[in-house]
């Protein structure tokens, strides 16, 4: 079970840090990830990070001003976004995958529910 939290409304430039916290299985864990997904679109990748080791992969949308870490003492991966822009607007999911580090969501097994960030202008 994953659990995300921490969207809300910001401005332009500003900072905003998500939440996920897995239950569960979490000894199974590979990959954590944060998608994002604007109503009538796709769900698309922003980055994902490697349970064990700490590996990361962002978007190119998002490189340079998001980072994903991870404190797995806690099971929760956390999604740190600054000089957001109002085309980061979105609902954010993260996702767990048990078995490979990968950017596409159909291979992701579990599904968090999603967390709503809006970037004002």
């Known amino acids: 079970q994953l659990q995300a939290f921490g969207g809300g409304l910001v401005q332009a430039g500003g900072s905003l840090r998500l939440s996920c916290a897995a239950s569960g299985r979490t000894f199974s864990l590979y990959t954590m990830g944060w998608f994002r997904q604007v109503q009538g679109k796709e769900r698309e990748f922003v980055a994902a990070?490697?349970?064990?080791?700490?590996?990361?992969y962002y978007s190119d949308s998002v490189k340079g001003r998001f980072t994903i870490s991870k404190d797995n003492a806690k099971n929760t991966v956390y999604l740190q976004m600054n000089s957001l822009k109002p085309e980061d607007t979105a609902v954010y999911y993260c996702?767990?995958?048990?078995?490979?580090?990968?950017?596409?969501?159909?291979?992701?097994?579990?599904w968090g529910q999603g967390t709503q960030v809006t970037v004002s202008s």
């Open positions: 996702a767990a995958d048990l078995s490979r580090f990968t950017s596409r969501t159909d291979d992701y097994n579990y």
């Open positions: 990070i490697r349970w064990g080791g700490g590996i990361t």
